[in-house]
């Protein structure tokens, strides 16, 4: 059970670092219209991904809860 709590640890870190990297700036964007849509997709994509990333930290905090609570449950049978 350790193991699964330390396993889901390091993916919720490597998770939220992959989340807080600044990405590199591209080249300065061109005022036409087909630049502002690139970064309107850009910043899209990034969105999105930063969703995903959010939906996936809340499955692994409800997993690492549901753990914890089922640990607890047996140490109280265990002391009974």
């Known amino acids: 059970m350790k193991l699964i709590i330390s396993v889901i640890a390091v993916l919720v870190l490597i998770a939220s670092t992959a989340c807080s990297k ?4 591209a080249e300065a ?3 036409d219209a087909t630049g502002i849509t690139g970064i309107i ?3 899209t994509g990034r969105i999105d991904t930063a969703k995903k990333a959010l939906e996936d930290s809340k499955q692994v905090n409800q997993t690492i809860q549901d ?4 640990q607890r449950e047996t140490i109280e ?3 009974q």
Do not use: L
Not at 22 to 25: F, G, K, T, Y
Not at 67 to 70: K, L, T, V
């Open 22 to 25: 600044e990405e590199p700036q």
């Open 29 to 31: 964007p061109k005022a």
């Open 41 to 43: 997709n850009t910043q």
């Open 67 to 70: 753990s914890a609570a089922e």
């Open 77 to 79: 049978k265990t002391q």
